[in-house]
């Protein structure tokens, strides 16, 4: 059955408003509680849309961390598993090595230009 379907039949979870009201007690709280700390410029805090951006960018930074890790090891241990003597595997690992602290350089400078 579709799972349209299934969400008219009169068995389906239905929300009422004493749900909605505790939902958004707890959003509220939450918002309260990780607020965007103040600026150091004046003492004046971030707008909310600031806050946001910079915490994705941040996120995304993140990620493209992630990914540069990824990389370097796939084409770390492709080069190690194509090497046919010692030395290009020991060459495999140091460029594996050196593309991972070039991915953490990179978004560590992100994160720097963020604040």
């Given at each position: 059955?579709?799972?349209?379907?299934?969400?008219?039949?009169?068995?389906?979870?239905?929300?009422?408003?004493?749900?909605?009201?505790?939902?958004?007690?707890?959003?509220?709280?939450?918002?309260?509680?990780?607020?965007?700390?103040s600026t150091?410029?004046?003492?004046?805090?971030?707008?909310?849309?600031?806050?946001?951006?910079?915490?994705?960018?941040?996120?995304?930074?993140?990620?493209?961390?992630?990914?540069?890790?990824?990389?370097?090891?796939?084409?770390?241990?492709?080069?190690?598993?194509?090497?046919?003597?010692?030395?290009?595997?020991?060459?495999?690992?140091?460029?594996?090595?050196?593309?991972?602290?070039?991915a953490t350089?990179?978004?560590?400078?992100?994160k720097k230009?963020?604040?």
């Amino acid at each position: 059955m579709h799972i349209l379907g299934r969400l008219n039949t009169p068995n389906s979870l239905q929300v009422t408003p004493s749900h909605l009201n505790i939902t958004q007690s707890v959003l509220i709280s939450s918002m309260k509680e990780s607020s965007p700390p103040s600026t150091a410029n004046k003492g004046k805090q971030e707008s909310a849309a600031h806050y946001v951006k910079k915490r994705c960018l941040s996120l995304a930074a993140s990620m493209g961390e992630g990914v540069g890790y990824l990389k370097a090891t796939v084409v770390g241990l492709s080069k190690k598993l194509t090497s046919k003597t010692e030395k290009e595997a020991t060459d495999a690992d140091l460029q594996t090595a050196k593309m991972q602290v070039e991915a953490t350089d990179h978004a560590e400078d992100i994160k720097k230009r963020l604040d």
